[in-house]
């Protein structure tokens, strides 16, 4: 969305009406809310510059409007929704079958481009694929011990430059780095944000977005590994794969 309040009309408003539903109709065996990274905000980094994982005991810190109308509706459930036992998933990046804004990347992957921010050498995000996270979401929504809890379910840091091998083997091509320094993705986003203004559309990369690509998104999985022995097992090679094929099998490629 272009505004906060967009955002937290979804999330926010959205979210308790899901709740305020359930709580009036006597309550339900177990309410799973998905909310995301982004409402934790990006890894702080380490004196050698490597990406510290965010856990369920950091402080959330979000940058990103998104991230805040997560954030915002973390705290309405936390405050007012204690008696429903809700479970939170946060989960990183999600790519595979049907998600529309990582199918950018492939997209550019098959014009033979793929734009990095950063160092592409040192993992620098969680990236899921949308098997492991149901699977992980049905065994949390399953598990008695995880109401009232929050659980990211990720995967271990990845680097840009083992994504764009993971799509370059999908797509069947190599492609061209198209390397955007972090002190401009600012104007870049805006600039994609304008353009979409001009024919009514928000395009993918928008400054919300931006300017997150700026920072490190990683998450530790291991509270939802020791709750419900939690573990990805969809590697980048086959994911994206799999995304690829489906992408092409629907016309999107």
Not at 76 to 104: F, M, Q
Not at 199 to 227: F, M, N, Q
Request: aromatic residues 6%; contains cysteine.
């Amino acid at each position: 969305a272009r505004d906060q309040a967009t955002l937290d009309r979804a999330n926010v408003d959205g979210t308790r009406a899901v709740l305020d539903a359930v709580r009036a109709s006597g309550g339900a065996p177990r309410v799973l809310v998905t909310s995301s990274l982004e409402a934790m905000g990006p890894n702080a980094l380490a004196p050698d510059g490597a990406a510290i994982p965010a856990t369920e005991a950091d402080r959330p810190q979000p940058i990103s409007m998104y991230g805040v109308s997560k954030a915002r509706m973390e705290d309405a459930i936390r405050r007012d929704y204690g008696d429903l036992g809700v479970t939170v998933v946060r989960p990183p990046a999600v790519y595979g079958s049907r998600e529309a804004d990582l199918y950018e990347m492939a997209k550019g992957a098959t014009r033979g481009l793929f734009p990095i921010v950063g160092p592409d050498g040192v993992p620098r995000l969680s990236m899921v694929h949308v098997s492991d996270l149901v699977r992980g979401m049905a065994d949390l929504a399953e598990h008695g011990p995880a109401a009232g809890e929050t659980y990211f379910l990720g995967t271990p840091g990845v680097s840009w430059a083992e994504v764009r091998a993971a799509l370059e083997a999908a797509v069947g091509r190599k492609t061209r780095a198209l390397r955007v320094p972090g002190a401009v993705i600012g104007a870049v986003g805006a600039l994609a944000e304008w353009g979409g203004g001009l024919v009514g559309a928000l395009p993918p990369l928008t400054r919300d977005k931006a300017e997150a690509a700026r920072h490190a998104w990683i998450c530790s999985s291991d509270k939802a590994a020791e709750a419900v022995g939690y573990a990805p097992e969809v590697g980048l090679a086959e994911g994206w794969a799999e995304a690829v094929n489906w992408y092409r099998r629907h016309g999107w490629l």
